[in-house]
């Protein structure tokens, strides 16, 4: 079954803790990216990779790292937690194909991190 | 003003109801995305769209690249369509970027 898994789905650390949230695609998939999901801001994204070693930064990138050593693995890294980091996070994947493919995003079920 | 736009906010509907919720954008678009969001948070992609119209089922997206908008419709609405609509856009010139809608809330009451 193609999916995206995450892990872990709940987590409540406190301020400064290192945590690392794991996102694994078994669909073979070049892209990959991490969103947050906040009341009244809708969903954003952290950070996107076109494939191993090639990431970038999306619209809200402060405060987390990834990295993509693996194409099916592509973990969200929170050096230093804070409060603000508090959030629903998404990870997701699609295949590579051209802009006017009919590639569908595939989301992981969601961590809800709360950070004390 | 937010790059991608959804009306309305919030949306109840009878049963049986046809249903549509609109995306305006602001940017050229290589892509737009339609999501739905289920009460337990999963999210599902319903359309990927670069021109035209798609149909699945009881839903229905069109797409007019001119005037930058989309719509989703849903024919003979029910309560299981009860959920979070998202319109996502991606940018000509932003790669693999998505930019989000805040989301349209619907409810379909029996």
């Known amino acids: 079954e193609a999916q995206v898994t995450q892990n872990p789905r709940y987590l409540i650390t406190v301020t400064g803790k290192k945590l690392t949230v794991t996102c694994s695609q078994n669909?073979?998939?070049?892209?990959m990216s991490w969103y947050r999901q906040d009341p009244g801001l809708g969903l954003r994204q952290i950070y996107y990779s076109m494939n191993v070693e090639v990431t970038d930064k999306g619209d809200v990138p402060e405060g987390y790292k990834v990295s993509r050593k693996e194409k099916r693995n592509f973990p969200l890294i929170l050096e230093s937690p804070s409060p603000n980091q508090t959030s629903l996070y998404f990870c997701a994947s699609r295949g590579r194909g051209s802009p006017l493919s009919t590639d569908t995003q595939y989301f992981g079920p969601g961590t809800r991190l709360t950070v004390l | 003003k937010n790059e991608v736009e959804q009306s309305p906010q919030n949306l109840t509907a009878q049963e049986g109801e046809f249903i549509t919720i609109n995306c305006s954008y602001s940017v050229g678009i290589s892509a737009l995305h339609w999501l739905q969001q289920h009460p337990g948070g999963g999210i599902v992609s319903l359309f990927m769209?670069?021109?035209g119209k798609k149909k699945h089922g009881r839903l229905i997206a069109t797409i007019n690249i001119q005037e930058k908008h989309s719509s989703l419709h849903i024919t003979a609405s029910h309560p299981r369509d009860s959920a979070v609509y998202i319109c996502?856009?991606?940018?000509?010139?932003?790669?693999?970027?998505?930019?989000f809608g805040e989301g349209t809330q619907l409810t379909v009451n029996p």
């Open positions: 769209l670069s021109s």
């Open positions: 669909m073979n998939h070049e892209y």
């Open positions: 996502a856009v991606r940018g000509e010139t932003s790669g693999s970027r998505l930019t």
